[in-house]
Nanobody, 123 residues
């Protein structure tokens, strides 16, 4: 089992920044690719970013490319999502997830999920 706990959400103005963190415990963190997803009210959960086990490869949704950066610190068992130039349409609950296989943009590829953290961007 892998337990994931997100933090860093909150309220930001459009154009501002937030940094989310996801702390993992349980099995060896570096064995897992990690992903970030988000879900707005009334919408399906959607892919935001993913990072491979070493942190050398990342993958972003087109909607966040150039604004968000995903990174990880395996020594701290933590994955991060730096969110810059925030837009009101970024408002959602953000989830991190762990995948014991290749990093992926598919919800179904992930085995473990955090409880989510709310991000609200005002215009």
């Amino acid at each position: 089992q892998v337990q994931l706990v997100e933090s860093g959400g909150g309220l930001a103005q459009a154009g501002g920044s937030l940094r989310l963190a996801c702390a993992a415990s349980g099995r060896t963190f570096s064995n897992y690719a990690m992903g970030w997803f988000r879900q707005a009210p009334g919408k399906e959960r959607e892919f935001v970013a993913a990072i491979n086990w070493s942190g050398r490869s990342t993958y972003y949704a087109d909607s966040v490319k150039g604004r968000f950066t995903c990174s990880r610190d395996n020594a701290k068992n933590t994955v991060y999502l730096q969110m810059n130039s925030l837009k009101p349409e970024d408002t959602a609950v953000y989830y991190c997830a762990a995948n014991s296989r290749l990093y992926s943009n598919s919800v179904d590829a992930y085995d473990y999920w955090g409880q989510g953290t709310q991000v609200t961007v005002s215009s």
